[in-house]
């Protein structure tokens, strides 16, 4: 992997981050095409037929959605509702709904319902569409009929799951339900912690009430579930098929496979689900709220020019799977004040690590090409951490020295440093 980025070395005027006030709307706001970091005091509202595309926005009201229309929200802050009538689809990606999840289509079978990273402090209900809920949170029920298929994945529920009438199939993994889930109706593979085959999936389920499994007529496979009430069979054809890792306090009904028990009455039991690690980054930023490096005025010794200073400090941040090894490079441009360049082989420095949280070990020094050598007219590595590194940040730094001819025009020169990052 190599990525690179550009900062100031000596007295280039970089333009100022000066602060952006956010749009706030005192009314609702149609939404047509791209919003992104708003705040909407009302409700936003997606048109019929519309799509919208809402990045970081926050609103203060309900998302409404009309027959055909469609949002796509990453980031999002809803403080009220989200509704949507016979809309084409909603995804939700990120942060947090307060209020409830109504998503209904009576009319057409190509709308959806995709949820995924959300904190919902409501209920969700949906009817009619797709449904998919992944690494979300429900403070309230999750309730479906007759949505086209279920996919309920790393998801927590305080209350109930109810899913009715699913022709296309359910699937629940991962799920932490505290009250009871109930799955109906389903002419398509139902899988409770199971594959197609039955065999347990790598995500189990806990549930803290009742599993009612009735009138069923595909595949049902049940693994890797705990229910700590009842396991209710009935109506299914064929009957439910156990596989490994299923436990109840009891079962009632037609089934194949031989259950576990769960803990006795009294006891706590703890379930929590963990993800597979993400990839993760290299990521780097400046420690400062300037790019600019001021060197000031050189001074004039017997033979040279010389001025001195510092880099802007670079916090590195390695969040990668396996910690593997990486270095920072840098590269200075020549010096330009307007005439002739002057040499950046000039320019010497010595790297230091000021905080090595993150595993990271100073390059080498290298001196002025004044004195001798090229300087930092070519790739100088600035850090670098050893595979397996600690995983957390690092600050790196480098003193600069520089050391021009005594023929050195005048003037005030300016220079870039490029930073390279290798992996």
């Known amino acids: 992997m190599r990525t690179t980025f550009k900062v100031s070395a000596i007295a280039l005027l970089v ?32 048109g019929a037929d519309v799509d919208c595309v809402a990045g970081g926005a926050t609103v203060q009201g309900d998302i409404i ?12 802050v809803v403080e009220g509702d989200v ?56 403070g309230g029920s999750l309730t479906t009929q007759e949505a086209n298929y279920v996919d309920l994945v790393r998801t927590s529920v305080v209350g109930d799951v109810s899913i009715d009438g699913s022709a296309w199939g359910v699937s629940i993994a991962g799920a932490i ?16 912690g199971a594959d197609a085959d039955g065999a347990p999936d790598a995500f189990g389920n806990t549930i803290g009430g009742d599993l009612v499994l009735s009138d069923n007529t595909a595949n049902l496979r049940v693994a890797a579930t705990t229910a700590h009430g009842t396991i209710e069979l009935s109506g299914n054809t064929p ?40 990839p993760g980054e290299l990521i780097w930023s400046l420690e400062g709220t300037s790019a600019l490096v001021d060197l000031g005025v050189a001074e ?14 670079i916090r590195v941040q390695d969040t990668r799977a396996g910690n593997p090894e990486w270095s920072l490079t840098a590269q200075v441009s020549n010096f330009s004040a307007g005439g002739d360049p002057v040499s950046s082989k000039y320019l010497g420095w010595t790297p230091e ?11 080498a020094a290298v001196q002025s090409g004044f004195v001798g050598g090229d300087g930092l007219s070519t790739a100088r590595t600035l850090a670098s951490a050893p595979d397996g590194h600690a995983r957390s940040a690092s600050v790196v730094g480098a003193d600069l020295e520089l050391k021009l001819p005594l023929e ?12 390279t990052a290798l992996s």
């Open 353 to 363: 690590v000021t905080d090595a949280a993150g595993g990271a070990v100073a390059g």
């Open 300 to 313: 004039e010794q017997l033979d040279h020019f010389a001025a001195d200073g510092g880099i802007v400090p």
């Open 177 to 192: 339900v505290q009250g009871n889930v109930t799955v109906s109706g389903s002419s398509r593979d139902v899988l409770i």
């Open 15 to 46: 333009a100022g981050g000066s602060f952006v006030a956010v749009p706030a709307y005192a009314a609702d706001l149609s939404c047509a095409g791209d919003i992104a970091d708003q705040v909407v005091a009302g409700n936003l509202v997606v």
């Open 408 to 419: 050195t025009p005048r003037g005030t020169y300016t220079a870039t440093i490029t930073l």
């Open 65 to 76: 959605v009309e027959p055909g229309g469609w949002i796509d929200a990453t980031s999002v």
């Open 239 to 278: 009957a439910a098929a156990f596989g490994s890792g299923v436990a109840a306090g009891e079962v009632v009904g037609d089934f194949t496979g031989t259950p576990a028990g769960v803990p006795a009455n009294g006891d706590q039991a703890i379930a929590v689900t963990v993800p597979a690690q993400a």
């Open 83 to 138: 509704i949507a009538t016979d809309a084409y689809g909603v995804l939700l990606d990120g942060t947090s709904v307060a209020g409830d999840i109504s998503v209904y289509s009576a009319d057409s079978e190509v709308g959806f319902l995709y949820l995924n990273d959300l904190q919902v402090g409501g209920s969700v209900a949906a009817g009619g569409v797709d449904v998919e809920v992944t690494d979300t949170t429900i």
